[in-house]
T-cell receptor, first 114, second 110 residues
Framework: DTGVSQNPRHKITKRGQNVTFRCDPI?????LYWYRQTLGQGPEFLTY????????KSRLLSDRFSAERPKGSFSTLEIQRTEQGDSAMYLC????????????FGPGTRLLVL | LAKTTQPISMDSYEGQEVNITCSHN???????ITWYQQFPSQGPRFIIQ???TKVTNEVASLFIPADRKSSTLSLPRVSLSDTAVYYC???????????FGKGTRLHILP
């Protein structure tokens, strides 16, 4: 296992379309996090899972956003009815539950909504 | 989660030692201090974490004074490839998430 992977790396879509991103964490990590990052800002927390349970969602995560981690391994983040303001880098990270401060990030998925 | 304050940007030259200081006046007793590095178009990379005194690894050193209200990330003999954004964060083992600020943009000049 070489680290956290994310697919796709880039996504261009038209406003109103739905998009789905996938994250594969480090296999022994039981926590998985999603962040959003815009230009010049640090990553903003969106949600996290411990195993398959989604334990917290940020207020940034509107009802158009949904995340799943069905078997406690990979996770998907879906954005419905995309808006131009959704354009950002979407980052996934994983960690051990007893070391949430030491997170390992994937390369991100860059979303552009036209 | 304790708030941190760090310089917005710094410039240095190749071969120099770079020290980036972070203030965290409201750090709690069980909080750790963690630094991440982020290159353009990549996710942040965990580089070092400490609780008190000094921690050193193959990438950097972290100096934490006795009152723990600040910390300094030290990068020895930087190269152009150390140009990145460096984030300082504080949080306890019991915290469920970490909060990133804007970080320090370090620019290494030839």
């Amino acid at each position: 296992d070489t680290g956290v992977s994310q697919n796709p790396r880039h996504k261009i879509t038209k406003r109103g379309q739905n998009v789905t991103f996938r994250c594969d964490p480090i296999s022994e990590h039981n926590r998985l996090y999603w962040y959003r990052q815009t230009l010049g800002q640090g990553p903003e927390f969106l949600t996290y899972f411990q195993n398959e349970a989604q334990l917290e969602k940020s207020r940034l995560l509107s009802d158009r956003f949904s995340a799943e981690r069905p078997k406690g391994s990979f996770s998907t983040l879906e954005i419905q009815r995309t808006e131009q303001g959704d354009s950002a880098m979407y980052l996934c990270a994983s960690s051990l539950a007893n070391r949430p401060g030491a997170q390992y990030f994937g390369p991100g998925t860059r979303l552009l909504v036209l | 989660l304790a708030k941190t304050t760090q310089p917005i940007s710094m410039d240095s030259y190749e071969g120099q030692e770079v020290n980036i200081t972070c203030s965290h006046n409201n750090i709690a007793t069980n909080d750790y201090i963690t630094w991440y590095q982020q290159f353009p178009s990549q996710g942040p990379r965990f580089i070092i974490q400490g609780y008190k005194t000094k921690v050193t690894n193959e990438v950097a050193s972290l100096f934490i004074p006795a009152d723990r209200k600040s910390s300094t990330l030290s990068l020895p003999r930087v190269s152009l490839s150390d140009t990145a954004v460096y984030y300082c964060l504080v949080g306890g083992v019991g915290d469920d998430k970490i909060i990133f600020g804007k970080g320090t943009r370090l620019h290494i000049l030839p």
